[in-house]
């Protein structure tokens, strides 16, 4: 055995600020930016909840909201899936989960680079003013939210007609652009510290799965986004000096544009090129937050750690070959079907592996039905059911009828809008307790918990039969009494009223949640070090909640995975990382 | 599981398998920042790969004439200079001035590669003077660039969003690849200043000047695109 | 923190240097090539040979270790697959707007307005 290599962190000071500001708002530290992430996705979070009441109160009461017209719910629309897919799931699992685990977990004093880590979220939250500006700008000029959809397709986006073609989508555009720029500063941080700033011991496959996850959608981001950034520049060319990327030569409102020769197609294959790493890039940290979670709670070892590790990757590897799935309707090349169908189904399989490994860890485990464990319960449910409504999706001949039905809407909402929000909210009940150094109310944990799990069920389940009568999405009207003819049947309007009276119940049940954060800040019940008995590293940390630095001068020693749960021969039923082998044993 | 050097005889599969399978570090003797940029300039990759795979899309989709870049980046030489005649006739030569910016850009990597080993030997003026040469170059090259540019859009006619030649995505492409190579470079320019600014006061002297070799990866990227942008744009 | 860096002896770098003004110079003379697959061919060969001798020796990618070589190298193949999947595309565009769209197979540029008087 050669000597141990030195974590450099050891050696190296950090920088300590002496002043309010440097230590709570320009920090440096991790877990400060971490917060700081967490709380202004949150907050652009409840915009677009709101945003989805709106819309579904016009969908179940067409003309109840006054001013609430058709270009006002495509502008909801757009904002509602952009803000939940990237500002709100994107900066949240690896904003503030990444920036907390990733450090703690590996045993790193902080990330690589604080002071860029720091600038990530200063310039997060540049973006998202860019984004929201628009609500102010709407009261006192012309300029209104764009509302091409959250996916932006051109010609449209920038074609009169469509609400926000003149400057809502140059603000979006600009918004997102310097999103990539901010998730670029933290992501090459995360895998930097991941690679580089490990402490002894620690090697890739003893890492805990939640920075496994966060490891690879960091990646994936890295090489994905920009995808999304090249085609936000071309557009916004298209957009502000008139070249022809996107745009074909068309007729708008009976002219002839000064557009000619571009590809609109080109767009799609880029932004989906993004799109579907970026389904993986929300799903993959949930996989890995939920996996600890069942771990701990189950208190049992997560089965089959090597297979859950090599399926994270392989599922990583395979985001990047299946984009087109998304566009069977949309008119490309007729043989892409078939192979962006095979890939799609080949990515069934590690995510298949995944579920049986949650499923064989609570086999006969000591389960523990805590307020985190139940969110990852739930999660795993919505996860198989949103999933297999994937692979119905996946099939270019059932997909073609389905397209842009409400049947793809309940499917993306189960599998990447409320699937990665359970795993969050299990992530911060399972965390807050060594964030803050308090408990979480349980009993207003689990009324958070019953409200959100069955309210999501009794909102897009029904969804599925929507989509199966027909009822396309992104529809300003579909209801009885509307000015449009009634295609639908009458079930199909009772649902939505239905669904929107659900749908108002679950978004009040997150002001529980809300009030829980807070209450609990001040007045919740001390937390212990080690609250759940877990055994990976941020729970050894000598103060609770962490001082910056994490540790003491020398940083920890890893001797075991996180999963030693009920190991014969040891006084606890855990056994955390930093605990010696045994010579005997 | 933290030997950092590893036998012989070993086959590539394993050395690389014993690498990522050991603690503390996966890269082994690469600092931080280095590994940082490495991977940068990965993401970086895919931004200029994702704009010429782009470029290629629409290339071959429009059906408008695209133009012989050849002819037009064509540079006359002046037959005559101060009032001396030296040919009956100017004379067109195909892509000279790209030719021209090639080798600079070509130079001034090869300045970079010299600083990087003169950080190496510790030697901090040939490592300030190179880095200045090699920025040097680089402005040299952005000056020829804006040249360029205005030559197209002055003489041709050339804009964004016009090409009077056929295909408009011609123009679109040219100016929006090499505008974000340009920006690329200049950036570079900026970051090679600072860093041999700083080098000069001796704000690395307590490390082995890796930061030398860290602008170096970044510079030499730079050309490398140029590489590309110059077969896929110019010779294409 | 690994002490000794990538210092190599400075012949190598000034050979690379010499030979990417030669490759540089045999692709700009394929210029003068008649256009068909040799010229396509010798352009996109000495694009890669520059190219690998860059990263090869002026990024000191021929000394480092395989774990950061295959981490390096091995993620870029997505775009191999994304530019592939293009080229099909794009062609199957052409075609379209070819065959529905009445639009001309192959027309002649226009010459360049060189010598064109200044406005």
């Known amino acids: 055995m050669a000597t141990a290599e030195i974590p450099y962190q050891e050696t190296v000071p950090l920088h300590h600020p002496k002043t309010w500001l440097g230590k709570y708002v320009f920090s440096q530290d991790h877990k400060v930016i971490a917060v700081q992430y967490g709380i202004t996705a949150m907050a652009v979070g409840l915009v677009a909840l ?334 198989i059911m949103g999933g297999i409504t994937g692979l119905f999706l996946g099939n270019v001949i059932i997909d073609i009828p389905l397209s842009d039905t409400y049947f793809v809407v309940a499917h993306f909402h189960m599998v990447m ?133 994490n540790w003491d001068e020398r940083l920890p020693t890893v001797h075991r995975w996180a999963y030693d749960f009920g190991v014969p021969g040891h006084d606890t039923d855990h056994v955390p990382q930093d605990v010696p082998r045994k010579e005997s044993a | 599981m933290t030997e950092t050097t590893a036998p012989g005889n070993e086959s590539i599969f394993t050395a690389t398998a014993r690498d990522w399978s050991s603690d503390v570090t996966t890269f082994k003797g690469v600092p931080w920042g280095k590994a940082m940029m490495w991977i940068f300039l990965v993401s970086d990759t895919f931004i200029f790969t994702c704009f010429l795979v782009s470029y290629m899309t629409v290339r071959m989709t429009v059906t408008d004439p695209w133009p012989n870049p050849s002819e037009v980046f064509a540079l006359a030489i002046p037959n005559e200079l101060f009032g001396l005649q030296f040919f009956e006739s100017s004379i067109p030569v195909p892509l000279l001035l790209i030719a021209i910016m090639t080798f600079v850009l070509i130079s001034s990597s090869g300045t970079m590669a010299m600083a990087v080993n003169m950080g190496y030997q510790r030697n901090k003026k040939g490592v300030v003077l190179l880095m200045v040469a090699t920025a040097l170059l680089g402005m040299t090259f952005v000056g020829m660039q804006i040249f360029e540019w205005s030559k197209l859009i002055i003489d041709e006619e050339v804009a964004a969003w016009q090409n009077p030649m056929g295909a408009a995505q011609f123009g679109s492409f040219f100016f929006m690849v090499t505008g974000f190579h340009g920006l690329h470079v200049s950036a570079g320019v900026a970051y090679l200043l600072i860093v041999a600014w700083r080098v000069g006061r001796g704000h690395y002297d307590h490390t082995n000047f890796e930061i030398v070799e860290i602008t170096g990866l970044y510079w030499h990227f730079v050309d490398l695109v140029w590489v590309f942008i110059f077969a896929l744009f110019y010779l294409w | 923190m690994a002490t000794e860096g990538q210092q190599h002896p400075i012949k190598i770098y ?93 027309p002649e540029p226009k010459p360049p307005p060189t010598h064109k008087p200044h406005h």
């Open chain 1, 50 to 383: 709101v945003l989805s009441w709106l819309m579904r109160i016009q969908l179940a009461f067409p003309g109840l909201l006054e001013g609430f017209g058709p270009d006002e719910y495509l502008s909801a629309i757009t904002m509602h899936g952009m803000i939940m897919v990237i500002y709100l799931l994107t900066a949240f699992l690896l904003g503030a989960f990444g920036n907390f685990c990733v450090p703690l977990m590996c045993g790193a004093r902080d990330m690589v680079f604080p002071f860029v880590n720091m600038l990530s979220y200063w310039v997060y939250l540049i973006s998202v003013i860019l984004l929201l500006v628009v609500y102010p700008l709407m009261l006192f000029t012309d300029v209104a939210p764009t509302g091409a959809g959250w996916t932006l397709y051109p010609p449209q986006t920038i074609t009169a007609g469509t609400p926000g073609a003149d400057w809502g989508i140059v603000l979006m555009l600009a918004s997102l652009a310097i999103f990539i720029v901010a998730f670029t500063m933290g992501g090459l941080n995360y895998i930097t510290t991941i690679l580089q700033a490990r402490t002894r011991g620690m090697t890739l496959m003893r890492m805990p799965l939640t920075v496994w996850g966060i490891f690879i959608a960091t990646f994936l981001g890295l090489i994905a986004f920009p995808a999304l950034f090249v085609s936000a520049v071309m557009m916004l060319l298209d957009r502000l000096i008139g070249t022809s990327f996107f745009m074909p030569a068309i007729v708008s409102l009976g002219q002839k544009l000064e557009y000619s020769g571009g590809q609109p197609l080109l767009f799609q294959h880029l932004f989906w090129f993004f799109g579907h790493p970026e389904v993986y890039i929300v799903a993959l940290p949930a996989f890995g937050v939920v996996s600890d979670l069942i771990s701990v709670h189950a208190r049992k070892n997560i089965f089959g750690y090597r297979m859950m590790v090599w399926a994270i990757v392989a599922i990583g590897i395979l985001s990047l070959i299946v984009w087109a799935h998304h566009m069977y309707v949309a008119g490309m090349h007729p043989y892409f079907g078939f192979f962006f169908a095979t890939t799609t189904l080949i990515i069934a399989v590690p995510t298949a592996i995944k579920v049986y490994n949650w499923t064989l860890t609570l086999w006969r485990a000591n389960i523990k039905l805590t307020v985190p464990m139940l969110f990852a319960l739930s999660f795993v449910l919505t996860f």
């Open chain 1, 417 to 549: 809008g409320v699937s990665p929000i359970l795993a969050i909210f299990g992530g911060i009940y399972h965390w807050y307790p060594k964030l803050t150094g308090r408990m979480l109310n349980d009993t207003v944990g689990k009324i958070h918990f019953y409200f959100t799990f069955i309210g999501t069920y009794v909102i897009y389940f029904p969804m599925h039969y929507l989509g199966f009568v027909g009822v396309p999405r992104r529809y300003y009207e579909t209801a009885l009494g509307g000015t449009f003819p009634d295609f639908y049947p009458p079930s199909a309007h009772y649902l939505n009223i239905f669904i929107t009276i659900a749908a108002l119940v679950v978004g009040i049940a997150q002001l529980l949640f809300i009030y829980n954060l807070v209450h609990s800040y001040f007045k919740g019940e001390k937390a212990s070090d080690n609250p759940w008995g877990a055994n990976s590293l941020e729970w050894r940390t000598p103060q609770t909640p962490p001082s910056h630095g």
């Open chain 3, 14 to 106: 000034l050979l690379v240097w010499g030979l990417l003004f030669a490759f540089s110079a045999i692709s700009y003379a394929s210029d003068y090539l008649d256009d068909g697959v040799f010229r396509t061919s010798v352009i996109l060969l000495f694009m890669i040979l520059k190219a690998a001798a860059i990263v090869a020796v002026f990024m000191h990618m021929q000394w480092e270790r395989y774990a950061l070589i295959f981490a390096i190298l091995l993620p870029p193949l997505a775009l191999m697959v994304l530019m592939t999947l293009m080229a099909i595309e794009a062609d199957y565009a052409w075609a379209t707007r070819v065959e529905y769209m009445g639009e001309p197979i192959a």
